[in-house]
């Protein structure tokens, strides 16, 4: 059962053909046949080819029994449940990680008396001696200084606080570092890059596994809670990919075939984004625009699903208290205007600027830590980061807080129950108090304090930031984006603000902006920020205005936030044409050939194909003279996926291709039982239908055509590369043979594909390093 | 310059060898090469190939001069350019037909005395004399009885409005059949199944021309106003596609390139949905999902873009007067319930049950319309319908209006103010009333009164629009499927309100619906009933959640609508996989390749390819021993689209393809000057490299390599057919050429593989008609 499953993937072609010529040997377990090796790209013809097999199968098998016709349902019905699955543990998982991440947050500054598990919020909520007014404020939950000290107040218990604060941080980060690099190194990083190259056709064995779900989900707490400078919704989506990973092993739909994982995770991709940032819609566009490679309709539908479910999963957990998914869901009122679009254009730049300049620095840094001794010392380097992040973050009330929280403040409208430092206006004292709808004001003192806060908290996110995304812990860069850009936007909204209400008489105010009004809001002005800043490190454009689209839960500010998300991918293409995710995946060396990029160069698909010109020949086997032994020289003495089968080495007439992988079992195979087959090492090894029937006392030959690939892909030598790189792209193709009137002339890989764009846009074509 | 941009297509592989036998010929203008007939199916690969190569030169061309830079930056932004033009242009065509509909509409009942070109609410709206509550009541506005004969009521002033709205009805319909039959016969009918052939790669010439555009326009104000049971949604994606093709005559980047021209055209149609439903997510999705084949990133972001512009375009036009973008923009604010999923699941069956009876009933309609003497009276039919339309319409109030105000008043929920008939409930005499939050009450007569009429508007909707849709008229079939589906759910709302109320003791209502409280919202139920309905025409998910999604401006009734949408497409797709779209595309024998069709069948290419066993050999050319005149007596007695090239008809290697249509016409263009260049009949034809140098008195050779594809797409006769499908699919392919080791055995072509298909699922593969 098992063998016959998994040879008919590579042999599947043949199997139609009714020979009858099936080895004996084909029938007993074999399970590694059409399987891949670790950091391999997978065929995706293939793995469709397999799947239609499969379910081939299965329906002519419904028909036999109800019982069949029963497992027939299931499976038909397997990948909702799967989506289902997704949905609820992702959902939770995102839930326990806010709740945790929330409570730990606070421990840093204190704990609550009437019990230790509850956060801040929690423990002065469920007090009842607080008013509205100040519900930070409240006997249970005390600092740790007064707890120790008994003196709330003072330089004391300031440096001691401040002390606890950084040593609970760097306790927090050493944990998570520690337990990543003993437990599962492949839950560092935001994990989109490597989930990008994997939507993408590759193997990497155990990224997507148990540990390192696990593992990731316990030190993403850890490292959000010690104060670093990162985010957790890079990092949701890889846990999402885990969670999709673990439920396809439930189905041998999807655990035995790469092509239809894929689907699954692309879907669990779209779940993640989905409980990051309560955006389900956004969600599955992200996954569409950013991550996914194959995304046929049928994977639309169930992303959709996924997200769903996974957002309502997180919704019922309710984590904020607020019944939102997000801390910063936010809702305006006021319209926007049509001068009001020169700071948001503005504010894309400074996106666009931000966005190249991180990606460049910090893929220099990276470098570094790859190429010099800093990579040997990661745990060091956390610790280092972490120490230096929370000596220099404490002082300021806008970077001690979680950044979220801090997105949150500066996302929000300054209502007139509003007690923070930046709603500190001056109140004109006329007028009555409504709600809604509070005129523009002069700053107060509080808000230029602010302001001067802000700043310093714009240049220390930059920087440490920058230093930060990489290191061995799991680690987002949305939220330290949103951060930069909303501090930024804040600021100029908060000028803008000020100057029209001392200016209401220049002339790019009059139409719009009388004493009196609401005309500008500080918090959009943060919104569009933020969008543009994350648009410029990743180049989301769509799914981006999306996700803000649905944390402000109106259609009126679609137009600034995509005035400046796109302002913000301009300028930053302008610089260079990879987000940051690409440039990790260029860093890393994967195998990813972009959608995105486009070939526009004049070669020929002979100028790409191996051998070269002072190459040895093309190492191929011929269907009919080929011995055993020659077969096990060409494996030793080649390191190639995979050989062309030829009908004689003079007419070099193509007719099929072998995996090396199939070929080494299958010789193994027979090797290790010669004897009682009559096969020896100078056997000949036949690919074509019929073999000759020799006498007992000759060599028996073996025949290996159920191994053959009858259709391999091939392509002229004339064929522009641009329309080879199209057809590696839609078709997900491993190899391509080079063909000329029918001769075979060569081979081109991914990996040859690749390495030719690399050099055509003057890189270095060896950065591309796997298969 | 323009030869050269048009030869260069077809040679584009050729142009890279700098082969230097460049035929003097090709230098004058030869306009015709490279591009295809009516009714033919585009090469994807090819137009993408002539796309780089177009690009390749401007870029080569912008280093040379401020100009040429200048030009290349132009055509960089013409993109975007294009889009904004559309998203304008769709926008106000939009706007003007929401506002003729609404003046045409009202015309069939009376008059504004003060301004005539006033619709009755615009009438009304002007008038000071009106208070809030009746301003549907006010003296400017006249019913046509009342205007000739000074009555207003009575059943003389009954019967001649009666007898007025059926001749206003009749005039228009005329009218609207009688423009699309003169003028632009592709104006009839939604456009959308015609556009998804289109951008799958067809060629319908006009279906997207100036007249179409202007006479749909028209005529589809002039056949919504009729009364019909249609709607303007579909033609106004038609309307969109028009005006995207308009635009795309500016640029020769789009207008000479078959691919990149859909490009543009599938952002038009998420540009026209954008404006039909104020939806401009929910367009994008549409595009993606239902009506487009290629779509890559860019057009996404392009999508995005004009379904924006178009938004805001409609938006500031403001047709309705409420600054929203439709007339049935609802915002709810009660919360449901989980038991309420039972209902909303029903209602999904319902419209799935509907979509089903629908289609076969309308494809069996438009069947018999199409091989019976009916369909020679299209204007007769249309004001036959017309005229049971409107005489069975008049008497019932709920289809006496325009579908859309139907809708809009079934899927508002009753406030306080409500006057209509399905909000005459029994208030709590004890109770004030709170304008918000009015608790479920017991129904009044006017509720069982409007309930009965419902019902007969239902049966009517679901007979009438079973003859409406097809006719020769621009009919959309969105807004009668949302009214259908609305109906009954409003129906359904109301009997799960009033048994909540009166059962509130029930066990299933015991949890959730205390007495006094506001439990069930009756429009709810109409809006997922609507989309029910319209998922069971259309498999529309995604996008038609999204839609309702923006239509409400809340996540909170996802899962309802999801709910809805998921059942009744697996209830309709029990039934039979196609929607209408799809049933029209093969009512046609259009040669189109859902993407969505999975072919499982165990056929190899070898029995799809052409010739058959006993067909006469594979026309063939060899690449230096045919004469000119074997090459005309082959185009004469063929009718190939095009004739593979080999070595020789010994060996069959392969070495070509070449297209008929360029074939013709370079054979042409020798024999009108054969005598100058010394080529007669009985010269031999070369596509090798080099022609050998013949003594001048010989016929000279004919050097043809330029119009040869070096790169013809080939597989193997073992390749199984779904991998050739999905070949076909993504890569766009107009045919495929077959080998076995090397020598060509056949060729398949996009017509083969429909018909293989069709046969394969008992169809009759001879409805595939074209090319």
Redesign the interface.
Known sequence: MEINEAVSGSS???V??GAGNLMDFLDEPFPDVGTYEDFHTIDW?RE??RD?DR??KI?SKSKESIWELIKSLLDAWSGWVVMLLIGLLSGTLAGVIDLAVDWMTDLKEGVCLSAFWYSHEQCCWTSNETTFDDRDKCPQWQKWAELMTGHAEGAGAYVLNYFLYVLWALLFSFLAVSLVRVFAPYACGSGIPEIKTILSGFIIRGYLGKWTLLIKTVTLVLAVSSGLSLGKEGPLVHVACCCGNLFCSLFSKYSKNEGKRREVLSAAAAAGVSVAFGA??GG?LFS??EVSYYF???T??RS??AA?VA??TLRSINPFGNSRLVLFYVEYHTPWYMAELVPFILLGVFGGLWGTLFIRANIAWCRRRKTTQLGKYPVLEVIAVTGITAVLAYPNPYTRRSTSELISELFNDCGALESSQLCDYINNPNMSRPVDDIPDRPAGPGVYNALWQLALALIFKIVITIFTFGMKIPSGLFIPSMAVGAIAGRIVGIAVEQMAYHHHDWIIFKNWCRPGADCVTPGLYAMVGAAACLGGVTRM??SL??IM??LT???EY??PL?AAA?TSKWVADAFGKEGIYESHIQLNGYPYLD??D???H?T??TDVMRPRRNDPPLAVLTQDSTTVEDVETLIKDTDYNGFPVV?SRE?E???GFVQRRDLTLAISMFNARQKQDGVVSSSVVYFTEDAPQLPASNPQPLKLRRILN???F???D???M??VV??FR??GLRQCLV??????LGIITKKDVLRHMAQMMNQDPESIMFN
């Not at 063909?739 to 075979?744: D, H, K, P, V, Y």
């Open positions: 599947s072609f043949h139609m053909n013809l469709k080819s239609t379910h081939r329906t389900p819609i599955v569409l625009e046929p309709l049928k639309l539908w959709f699903f769903l957002a309502f454009t769509v205005v999306v689209f649905e839960g109106g259609l679609i137009v995509m796109v959608v995105r486009e070939f526009t004049r020929l698909a009908v007419s007439r193509l007719i009858l259709s391999p091939t392509v002229t004339h064929t522009p641009e329309t199209d057809i839609k078709l063909t000329r009137s029918g001769r075979l």
